[in-house]
């Protein structure tokens, strides 16, 4: 079975700190995402990346950056976290279809 | 503009009763998937339709691809209160390797 981790199930931080939300797939996966979501908005893309060192902006990459040194692990950065940013975050690889992992609920205070 | 629109976004039924969510779209999909998420995990893929007018069928869910591939639909028969969750549909454009969600449908099932 693949397995996708999120390195937090619930995360409270401060505004302006700066915040890292982990994820790591033991597959061996080129491709993995960063979705939030959000009552009445669903799911929106933040920034995905086919490879290592490879990143690309979702819909939403604002207020976020994401780090791939390594095939395994996609980092998911709050520069300084604001309130606007309290949601679900949700990782996921995809091969033809989405493998999430447990989702990491982020409130910022 | 939503790509894919999901109906409807709520529903609460009593155990026993039959549903249908269904999900659509101007849009030609190359395929269309189902999830369900339960509250406080991620999503679970349940079903991928691939070929237009095509059924699939898990247990008491039936999942049909629309001819035009289009639009989906999900029917539960006899609902059971473990099937409570947010049901999604995603889907694949032309050779995009990027997946749209809709925005899900919130279902309660209550014993």
């Known amino acids: 079975d693949v397995k996708v981790t999120q390195s937090s199930r619930y995360l409270v931080k401060r505004t302006g700190e700066k915040v890292f939300l982990e994820c790591v797939q033991d597959?061996?996966?080129?491709?993995m995402f960063w979705y939030r979501q959000d009552p009445g908005l669903g799911l929106r893309l933040i920034y995905f990346?086919?490879?290592?060192?490879?990143?690309e902006k979702g819909d939403i990459p604002e207020g976020y950056s994401v780090s791939r040194e390594k095939k395994e692990r996609f980092s998911l950065i709050l520069e300084s976290a604001s309130t606007n940013q309290t949601s679900m975050y949700l990782c996921a690889i995809m091969d033809r279809k989405a493998f999430f992992g447990q989702g990491t609920r982020l409130t910022v205070v | 503009t939503q790509l894919l629109e999901q109906s409807p976004q709520f529903l609460s039924i009593q155990e026993g009763e039959n549903l249908t969510v269904y999900c659509n779209s101007s849009?030609?999909?190359?395929?269309l998937q189902w999830y369900r998420q339960e509250p406080g995990e991620g999503p679970v893929l349940l079903v991928t339709v691939v070929t237009g007018g095509e059924v699939k069928k898990l247990k008491r869910l039936t999942f049909q691809f629309g001819d035009a591939r289009k639009d989906s639909s999900l029917h539960i028969t006899a609902a059971q209160p473990g099937d409570t969750g947010l049901y999604l549909c995603?889907?694949?454009?032309?050779?995009?390797?990027?997946?749209?969600f809709g925005k899900g449908m919130k279902l309660t099932v209550n014993p």
């Open positions: 990346s086919y490879d290592v060192k490879m990143k």
């Open positions: 849009s030609v999909f190359s395929s």
């Open positions: 995603a889907g694949y454009q032309g050779g995009s390797e990027k997946l749209v």
């Open positions: 597959m061996d996966h080129e491709n």
